[in-house]
Every structure is written in structure tokens, then in C-alpha cells.
């Protein structure tokens, strides 16, 4: 049996990102939900160093409960990475779903867009809105402000070397329709050849949402063959 860590992504909770996921891997795998600080039922408040500070909060959960894989979806998978980067000794292995290393510099218009967007999203769309307000409660609001602004103008990148010492089992599965989600699985596999990509045929960024079944089917073979 594995032990499998989730970490979703941006404003989501880990048993609504990955629903699909549960009924499938919760069988053979003991399956550990977390919400990062700031988001859903997690009783930690988001810091304004939100990255640093959620990063330290997983490490502290997973030292707490146990080796692991950890699951990450977009916000999730840049944790993870860092969490295998850091502490390897405490990750079994590592699945990474709508990642990039880094930011390519043609998409930081549209970042800095979108956080304008997303700041004001009671004025732009007030369903959004109400639906994070019913999902994390009174704190919504301050938790997007510090996510969006780390996420926008501090991505937690990740450097070649790092990539190239990166010891853990890594799977990253990205979408085919972004295509910079493309490159970014191809570079990563550029840098390191130990890595495993997949492209998911008629996926997004949310390639474990939009594909649930291919999804599964990869991250139960990457578990069984990383396990033995």
C-alpha cells in the first residue's frame, strides 16, 4: 500500500481538485487530502511568504505521518517539487499536473492580467466569488491576495541544476492543449532523462480533471513500478 499526499491547486481544496482520483487510488493506497493554509477546512491562515510558509506546513505534515508520494496539481505540483528538492528522504515519489519550472517570459502579460482580474473578481464575476467564499469561508479573500501575488510575481521557480540533481521518482503529466505546458514537460525531461513525462491527449492545465481515467491509469503504473 502507498501512502499518497495531495496538494491542489490555486482557491481549490485537495477533495474537490482530485474527486476524481479518490475512488480509484483510495482501493490499494492510503490517501492523505491536505488543504493548504488559507484554503478550505486547513485551520492555517495564508502568510504573506505563502509559498515558504505552506512549503513548511507539508514538510511538517508528511514528517508527521509519514514517507510518501505526493500529488500535485499546479500550486500543489510547484510544492512538491520543492518538498522532493529539499527533503528527499521524506518522498517515495512525486506526480506533477499543470507544471512549469518556470514562467516563459511571453506569459507574464497574461499573469499579470489575470492577477488584476482575479483581484477584482466580486466585480467580475460574483458566482467565482460566492463559490470561494462557500469553499474556504470569511478568509477567501486574504488567501487569494497572498496565493495570486506569490504565484504571479514570485513563481517559485525551479533552476536547471535543480532539476538535474533532482533524485526522487518524478512523473510529470501535463495536457496537450497548453502548449506551454508541452515545452515545459519536454525541457524538464531535457535536464534530466530520470524524469518521466506524459502529454495527456484533449487536457488543459487540469489534466487530472479533464482526463481522469488516462490520468489514473499512469499514476497507478509510475506507484507500482517506484514502489517495488
Given at each position: ?9 490555486f482557491m481549490?481544496?485537495?477533495g474537490?481538485h482530485f474527486s476524481s482520483?479518490?475512488s480509484?487510488l483510495?482501493e490499494?493506497?492510503?490517501l ?8 478550505g477546512n ?15 506546513w507539508?514538510?511538517s ?6 514517507q510518501?508520494y505526493?500529488v500535485?496539481l499546479s500550486?500543489?505540483a ?5 518538498i522532493?528538492k529539499r527533503?528527499p528522504s521524506l ?6 499536473t ?12 497574461i499573469m499579470e492580467n ?12 460574483i ?21 495570486l501575488?506569490t504565484?504571479?510575481f514570485?513563481y517559485p521557480?525551479?533552476t536547471?541544476?535543480?532539476l538535474?540533481?533532482l533524485i526522487?521518482?518524478t512523473?510529470v ?7 506551454h505546458?508541452?515545452e515545459?514537460a519536454t ?14 491527449p484533449?487536457a ?6 479533464d482526463q481522469?481515467?488516462v490520468?489514473?491509469l499512469l499514476?497507478k503504473?509510475f ?6
Amino acid at each position: 500500500m502507498g501512502r499518497l499526499y495531495f496538494l491542489h491547486g490555486f482557491m481549490g481544496t485537495s477533495g474537490s481538485h482530485f474527486s476524481s482520483q479518490i475512488s480509484s487510488l483510495e482501493e490499494n493506497n492510503e490517501l492523505i487530502l491536505l488543504d493548504l493554509p488559507g484554503h478550505g477546512n486547513s485551520e492555517e491562515m495564508a502568510m504573506d511568504d505563502y509559498f515558504e510558509n505552506a512549503l513548511q506546513w507539508v514538510i511538517s505534515q508528511i514528517k508527521q505521518r509519514g514517507q510518501g508520494y505526493i500529488v500535485g496539481l499546479s500550486l500543489g505540483a510547484s510544492l512538491a517539487v520543492h518538498i522532493a528538492k529539499r527533503e528527499p528522504s521524506l518522498v517515495k515519489g512525486i506526480i506533477l499536473t499543470g507544471y512549469s519550472p518556470f514562467i516563459p517570459d511571453e506569459l507574464k502579460d497574461i499573469m499579470e492580467n489575470q492577477y488584476d482580474y482575479f483581484l477584482n473578481i466580486e466585480e467580475n464575476d460574483i458566482n467565482i466569488a460566492n463559490h470561494f467564499k462557500n469553499v474556504h469561508g470569511e478568509k477567501w479573500f486574504d488567501t487569494l491576495k497572498k496565493v495570486l501575488y506569490t504565484m504571479t510575481f514570485n513563481y517559485p521557480s525551479i533552476t536547471d541544476k535543480d532539476l538535474e540533481n533532482l533524485i526522487v521518482p518524478t512523473l510529470v503529466l501535463n495536457g496537450s492543449k497548453d502548449f506551454h505546458e508541452v515545452e515545459a514537460a519536454t525541457y524538464i525531461k531535457g535536464k534530466n532523462k530520470e524524469i518521466e513525462i506524459g502529454l495527456i491527449p484533449n487536457a488543459g492545465h487540469t489534466a487530472n480533471i479533464d482526463q481522469p481515467d488516462v490520468y489514473n491509469l499512469l499514476v497507478k503504473e509510475f506507484i507500482n513500478i517506484t514502489m517495488n
